[in-house]
């Protein structure tokens, strides 16, 4: 069960986009469309962002998108705003009946 | 809207053990599976267990032996018992809803607020 890799932090200006990447493995990310992205802020619990890759739960701004090729996942910010700075966590199912996290990215809107 | 309230937390000293529970409002609870997620201080997101809306529990191996999860649909709680705690057992310990009735460890769209567990001489 390691974790799944993702940068540990990526800045932009308020209007740009960014891009956070999550490097699994042939036997989670690369295996499932079951890819989810979590954003936390300081002192708040997690807020689901993106579920099975790609859906946006109701109440999501659709600046928030995601992919996947291969075995890594991607989480894209566009048109970036200052309450968007956060920590951003993906998860993935294992297949193993298991599920692992990301180690996190800290989103800095500079 | 949903409500997730854990309780439970604590001091506990290095073997002993503890038991989280977690009240569940705003939603037929017993559809639904139900997950523990910890952070330790200043850290990233753990999967700590998951189980089933039928009952069937999932465990990290840094817990499997030592963890046991639970749920009493009649009371919407769930539970985690946790026993032969170590350090590195400490963190903040949430619960979690499954986002949708068909699925388990994959989604998980409401979390409760987080209880604190330190483990500590």
């Known amino acids: 069960q390691s974790a799944l890799t993702q940068p540990a932090s990526v800045s932009g200006s308020p209007g740009q986009s960014i891009t956070i990447s999550c490097s699994g493995t042939?036997?989670?990310?690369?295996?499932?469309?079951?890819v989810s992205w979590y954003q936390q802020h300081p002192g708040n619990a997690p807020k689901l962002m993106i579920y099975?890759?790609?859906n946006r739960p109701s109440g999501v701004s659709s600046r928030f998108s995601g992919s996947k090729s291969g075995n890594t996942a991607s989480l894209t910010v566009s048109g970036l705003q200052t309450e968007d700075e956060a920590d951003y966590y993906c998860?993935?199912?294992?297949?193993?009946?298991?599920?692992?996290f990301g180690g996190g990215t800290k989103l800095t809107v500079l | 809207e949903v409500q997730l309230l854990e309780s439970g937390g604590g001091l506990v000293q290095p073997g002993g053990s503890l038991r989280l529970s977690c009240a569940a409002s705003?939603?037929?609870?017993?559809?639904?599976?139900m997950t523990w997620v910890r952070q330790a201080p200043g850290k990233g997101l753990e999967w700590v267990s998951s189980?089933?809306?039928?009952?069937?529990?999932y465990y990290a191996d840094s817990v499997k032996g030592r963890f046991a999860i639970s749920r009493d649909n009649s009371k919407n709680t769930l539970y985690l018992q946790m026993s032969s705690l170590r350090a590195e057992d400490t963190a903040v310990y949430y619960c979690?809803?499954?986002?949708?009735?068909?699925?388990?460890?994959?989604?998980?769209?409401?979390w409760g607020q987080g209880t604190l567990v330190t483990v500590s001489s």
């Open positions: 979690a809803k499954e986002r949708a009735t068909s699925r388990s460890l994959s989604q998980f769209d409401y």
């Open positions: 705003q939603f037929t609870f017993g559809s639904y599976a």
């Open positions: 998860s993935s199912y294992t297949g193993s009946d298991t599920v692992v």
């Open positions: 099975d890759v790609t």
């Open positions: 042939s036997s989670d990310v690369g295996a499932y469309n079951y």
């Open positions: 189980i089933s809306s039928h009952g069937s529990p």
